[in-house]
T-cell receptor, first 110, second 113 residues
Framework: GDSVTQTEGQVALSEEDFLTIHCNYS??????LFWYVQYPGEGPQLLFR?????EKGSSRGFEATYDKGTTSFHLRKASVQESDSAVYYC?????????FGEGTKLTVSS | EAAVTQSPRSKVAVTGGKVTLSCHQT?????MYWYRQDTGHGLRLIHY???????EKGDIPDGYKASRPSQENFSLILELASLSQTAVYFC????????????FGPGTRLTVL
């Protein structure tokens, strides 16, 4: 079946550091790929999505490019802030539902 | 104003007891979902529904039932709660599938003792 793998379970950075969270997927066809962010005490919310090869999704300084060749959708941000501390989920659409990765907890210290 | 609400926000239940988690959405969405969140497992789909009076099994349905009496309401029922069902539960709604965004509620923290 379809699946999503996030390599990093936890990431700890200082403010203004560069962020990369790796996301690889396995799916038949052409799924839409998503990044969701979850702040403490809240439900996940959509950060952005992409639906075709080489499409870049972006929001709030975060970005990721859909790469069908490497089956990846890595999340990047050039300069993180303390307010970016949250759990980030990569996900793909599978017919009627989403399949989520395990999540990556980002902690940014000042 | 919150479009997906859940009740209760927190609950302590006894092993073997019945637990009902409720979800209400004002998005006018056809699709609703129940997920559980556990450390190290991310979000896993329990049940979902795309129309009132009908539910579908997700990836981990064992030990759970679901009910969708109306477009706005979707309940998750644990007939015989077990320790392994201690988790945070999220409800979500969406207007469609594929590209559609899912809107999540604030979650219910369930502890089974």
């Amino acid at each position: 079946g379809d699946s999503v793998t996030q390599t990093e379970g936890q990431v700890a950075l200082s403010e203004e550091d560069f962020l990369t969270i790796h996301c690889n997927y396995s799916a038949s066809g052409y799924p839409t790929l998503f990044w969701y962010v979850q702040y403490p005490g809240e439900g996940p919310q959509l950060l952005f999505r992409a639906s075709r090869d080489k499409e870049k999704g972006s929001s709030r300084g975060f970005e990721a490019t859909y790469d069908k060749g490497t089956t990846s959708f890595h999340l990047r941000k050039a300069s993180v802030q303390e307010s970016d501390s949250a759990v980030y989920y990569c996900a793909l659409s599978d017919a009627a539902k989403l399949i989520f990765g395990e999540g990556t907890k980002l902690t940014v210290s000042s | 104003e919150a479009a997906v609400t859940q009740s209760p926000r927190s609950k302590v239940a006894v092993t073997g007891g019945k637990v009902t988690l409720s979800c209400h959405q004002t998005n006018n969405h056809d699709y609703m979902y129940w997920y559980r969140q556990d450390t190290g497992h991310g979000l896993r789909l329990i049940h979902y529904s795309y129309v009132a009076d009908s539910t579908e099994k997700g990836d981990i349905p064992d030990g759970y039932k679901a009910s969708r009496p109306s477009q706005e309401n979707f309940s998750l029922i644990l007939e015989l709660a077990s320790l392994s069902q201690t988790a945070v539960y999220f409800c979500a709604s969406s207007g469609g599938t594929g590209y559609a965004e899912q809107f999540f509620g604030p979650g219910t923290r369930l502890t089974v003792l």
